[in-house]
Structure formats: C-alpha cells, structure tokens
C-alpha cells in the first residue's frame, strides 16, 4: 500500500531572501457538492463539516490567494513573489502580470452542475479581469460507478441543445462516461462538462474562476431558492465543434523502472507524469515547474535544501532554481506542471 499520511521535513542551506522552491497553505472551499475526502484521502486538514469541495493548492487570483506556508518567505503571497521577484519565478517567461495557472484537488461527493468556461477572448467580454479556462483532470479516485460528463455528442448543435433543454432530456445529448483512478480528461474552453459523484482529482487550468452553469438539476442553494443558471451566457460559449471529449491516451516518454509519461501539451500548460520508485531529476530549464504527489511519499532536494512531501502536497519551483531530485521512499506517483 502507498503512503498516504502528511509528512514534512524541511532543511534550508541558503541566505533569506534566495527563492527556495516554495510551499503553500490550502485554500479550502466548502461547497454543497463536496465530501470528507480532501482531508481522509490527501491530508487536507479540514474541519468536521461534510462538504470539503475544493483545495485551491496554487492561486493568484482575486478569490483566493496562496500563501507561503513556510522557509524564508513564510507569509509571503504569490502575488507578492510575482510582483517582486518576477524573474526569478517565472524565467524565460518573465513579465507575466499574474501566475498562469491555478491548482486544485476537488472532491465530488455530488454531480456538480453542468457547466461551461468561456476562452480568452469570450471572457473578456464578460469581466475584463477574467481568463478563459481551458482545464485538465486527473483522476485519484473513484467509485466503481462513478461518471463524468465532457463534452456533446457528435453533430448536437446550438437550436438542438436548446431543445434538449427546454424539453427536460438534456442528458440524451451529453457524452457520459466512467472513469478510473489514472485517467486524464483534457477539458478545452468551450467544452459543456460535469464531474459525478465519487471521484476525487487533480485539476490544472487556467487561473480562471470564470463559470457559466448550463444546468444544476433542479438543485436549490441554502436560501431555498433555485441555484442560479447562465444559460445565454452558456449556449455562447460552447464550442460546438468539440463534439465528444474521452481520457487522453498518454505519451510514452521513457518505459521501464520509471514511468515516464506526457498527459497533455496545450497552448496553455504542459503536464507530464511520473511513476516509480526509483530517483529521478527535474530540470527547470529557466522557467517554473508544479509538482504535485499524487500518491507515495518522496523527498524533493534542491540545491536551496530539502523537504518530504507526501500524497496531496503541491511544491512550486521557480525558474531560478538549479532542479529538483526527487527520491522516491516507496513507488510515487509525481505530476510535473510547466508551461509550454
């Protein structure tokens, strides 16, 4: 069995001020969908309430801000750091005026609704301070008879969900399907999507908090009143070209005692993931890496000093930063998050 409890251990062999790679406290955000397993499964330290949606593990956006959580620059904001090391950050992609992407793990205990993220140029439209939201998944956990929902079938267009919608038989046009812990669904801008109940996942994506709800099942908020939908907002967004989405199949970059796999390479965001137990290295090659544990226990050693992080934990590189060894304490499962 993998490890899945916390652990931490931290050494620093620089003067302050050096940008060590770098550790953030969660945000937390209950929500009606959510569950327990933010805290039992990724050591999340949650309260006793029962809705624990998401950890927003890295964000540089207007709700919700990470903070350092320890080393020389405890206390610290990432837009602090952006602001004042920007270089340092984000190297060959110096001059960003905020953090690209935004991490998190979710946990669906409910379907969450039927929604849509508009892209770059269509979010602009709709608040000026917004991103579009392309998004990736990666599923930790799951039920046996757990779903998602990513994109429509062939050939449904505009007039035909609208139908579809007004008659109550939306779900006769939806790709549904199940998932397993392993896979990753790639969710362009554009693309109508729902996460099912039982599933526990990584999500990387734009830094975007730009939603439109197609359809919440009928589900009313705590005031009693039907949750709010955009459905105008959501019929202009769709990119009714997608047609259905399915799991990536991944790109074999090196086979054997270390697994080394390419997940997904967009204009937005590169990942690559690693299974084994066995050291390896990750060089940054002048701009930032996000490495997410997905499951095991692993010690990150830099030049800047060393730190174990366990199942769930989320540690960003800066580009200044000489690499990363990775030492493995049993077999791993390591993401590794960079821009393209």
Known sequence: MLHTKRSR????????????????????????????????????????????AESWELADHEDGQSVVNQGPLVGQTLQQLREQSNVD???RHAGLCQFPLLIKFLDANDWLSLQVHPNDEQAKRYDRTENGKTEAWIILDAQPDSQICAGLQAGVSQQQLAGHLRNGTLEECLNIFSVQPGDCVMVPAG??????P??????????????????DWGRVGRDGQLRETHIEESLACIDFHCGPVMPV?????????HLHEELVRDQHFVIQRHRTDQPFRIQTNNQFHILIVLD??????SS????????????????????????????????????P
């Not at 095991?296 to 050693?301: F, H, I, R, V």
Request: charged share 20%; net charge negative.
């Open 9 to 52: 251990h931290l050494v620093y062999r620089q003067n302050e001020g050096w940008m060590t790679p770098l550790t953030f406290e969660p945000i937390l955000k209950r929500i009606r969908w959510g569950g327990r397993q933010l805290g039992e499964l990724l050591g999340k330290n949650i309260g006793a309430e029962s809705d624990y």
């Open 89 to 91: 950050l984000f190297g």
């Open 191 to 196: 693309t109508v999507h729902a996460i099912g």
């Open 198 to 215: 039982g599933i526990v996942l990584a999500e990387i994506q734009q830094q975007s908090n730009l939603t439109f709800r197609l359809c």
């Open 249 to 257: 199949t991944p790109w074999v970059l090196s086979d054997g005692d």
């Open 296 to 301: 095991g226990l692993a010690n990150m050693e």
């Open 304 to 339: 800047e000093g060393s730190q174990v992080l366990s199942r769930g934990a989320t540690m960003l590189i800066p580009a200044v930063s000489k690499g990363m060894k990775v030492t493995p304490d049993g077999p791993v499962i390591v993401l590794d998050v960079f821009l």
